[in-house]
């Protein structure tokens, strides 16, 4: 562990801490940022009410709405003097969101990425090839200064030229990948076409940490296996911090969040009422030290569950499964929720279907329309009309059976969907 005091605090004490600390949090929102005043004071809530965690369920939440509003700088509860980093929100959703740093902000960032990586098991002897974007985007710069906390060795060539990040795990002697895992599979895709003496088997690469987007326990085998690597899930947003929110450990079993520096509560979507542990709902934060951008109870409208268990690697910290989605992800098809990853899981577990495909959603008349397009295997593509048909049918049956939905299954050639270098556009929808 990283920050072994922190991390494996006991339960007792690290409630205490948030306590502590939300008191803080809650009165620099108000005290030095005039939206929160204003949200607080018409909700009739003052920081003094503040004695409990469960005080905390009087104080409104904050919408992506608000956020978006509020942009560029209205959130912001420093001076700009202070401010030394700004980042942006990816903007899959309506308009960006910017968000700022103090040094002490970038300083927690940096080791909280840095516990990240030492949850996957790197050390400071670690050569990291990061390739997340560098740029507004928090994956890149969010990753690299945790590489450099922990001592392990950056190698910072952002997303994208594929062929020179092949060329760099192998010279280099790259022992650990950054990246989304829709880059990940387009890097193995790449260096199955066009580089057919390179083998990741026989490079050093031993380890990655992906995240960004949604991906699937099929997924992770599916590029274990190509890569001949251990993969681990890193989770974050920026309106929050940015990568490093949440991660995995050695048990794969969860992400521990960061709750020395986050609380965290899930609510049902709808009501907004605060569920019990375990419950599936919307995960709303509160930062217990940020002091450029605090966020109190933020909707952050991804959707997953809160578990405490006791985890073989020593963590204490508060669990979340793996993100599959956020609310607006969900596709209502014909009344029935669809999360784009249930359709993944079920491809990646049929024989002859590549990890590349896309979902169409369309609306004929008052009907919601989806298709799912999906990369074969060259030698099925270019088989007979029958071995197609066949596999077609087999896809369209399991989405019927698993899901309940009847989708139109389109079988495409090898390579035809877009490839992603950062996050993949799964989903076109073109009811908006
Ligand atoms: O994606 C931060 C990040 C960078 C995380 C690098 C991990 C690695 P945004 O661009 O603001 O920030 O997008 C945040 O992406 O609300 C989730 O919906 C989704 N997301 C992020 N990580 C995961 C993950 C970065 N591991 C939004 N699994 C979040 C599923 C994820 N979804």
Redesign the pocket.
């Known amino acids: 562990m990283f920050n072994p005091d922190f991390e494996s605090m006991p339960v007792t004490k690290l409630k205490e801490l948030q306590l502590e600390r939300l008191k803080w949090s809650v009165r620099h929102a108000y005290e030095n940022n005039a939206v929160y005043k204003r949200k607080f004071d018409a909700a009739g809530f003052h920081p003094d009410q503040l004695k409990s965690l469960d005080d905390l369920r009087r104080v409104p939440f904050l919408t992506k709405h608000e956020m978006r509003e509020a942009s560029p700088f209205g959130l912001f509860a420093k001076p700009m003097k202070d401010v030394v980093r700004l980042h942006s929100?990816?903007?899959?959703t309506g308009n960006a969101?910017v968000v700022g740093y103090t040094r002490q902000d970038l300083d927690t960032w940096a080791t909280l990425i840095a516990r990240c990586l030492s949850a996957c098991g790197a050390t400071e002897e670690d050569i990291v090839q990061v390739a997340?974007g560098y740029g507004l985007?928090?994956?890149g710069l969010?990753?690299h200064y945790g590489v450099e906390k922990l001592g392990a060795t950056a190698v910072p060539i952002s997303g994208g030229n594929t062929d020179r990040q092949l060329m760099l795990i192998r010279d280099y002697g790259t022992t650990m990948l950054?990246c989304?895992p829709s880059y990940a599979i387009n890097m193995i895709d790449f260096a199955a076409k066009q580089m057919p003496d390179f083998d990741f088997k026989k490079s050093k690469l031993r380890r990655a940490?992906?995240?960004?987007?949604?991906?699937t326990e099929a997924m992770r085998k599916e590029i274990e296996t190509r890569m001949g690597i251990d993969a681990y899930?890193?989770?974050?947003?920026?309106?929050v911090m940015?990568?490093?929110?949440s991660n995995e450990c050695s048990a794969k079993q969860g992400?521990h969040v960061f709750e020395d520096h986050f609380l965290v509560e899930i609510i049902d979507p709808e009501t907004g009422e605060v569920l019990p542990e375990g419950s599936l709902g919307e995960i709303v934060y509160t930062s217990l030290t940020k002091e450029a951008c605090p966020v109190i109870r933020y909707r952050?409208?991804?959707i997953t569950r809160l578990y405490r268990d006791v985890c073989s690697c020593g963590r204490t910290h508060i669990k979340m499964d793996?993100?599959?989605?956020?609310s607006d992800?969900m596709l209502i098809i014909r009344g029935v929720n669809v999360f784009p990853s249930q359709i993944e899981t079920i491809l990646m577990e049929i024989e002859g279907v590549e990890p590349h495909y896309q979902i169409i959603v369309d609306r004929k008349g008052t009907m919601d329309d989806i298709e799912v397009m999906v990369e074969v295997e060259e030698a099925i593509f270019s088989d007979e009309l029958k071995v197609m048909n066949a596999l077609r049918d087999r896809i369209t049956n399991r989405f019927r059976s698993v899901l309940g939905i009847s989708a139109k299954v389109t079988l495409a050639e090898p390579s035809s969907i877009a490839r992603s270098q950062g996050?993949a556009q799964r989903v076109i929808d073109k009811r908006k």
């Open positions: 929100s990816s903007g899959t969101t997340y985007f928090t994956g969010g990753l950054a989304t940490i992906f995240g960004a987007e949604p991906w899930d890193i989770y974050g947003l920026s309106e940015g990568p490093g929110v992400l952050s409208r991804d793996k993100v599959t989605g956020r992800d996050k």
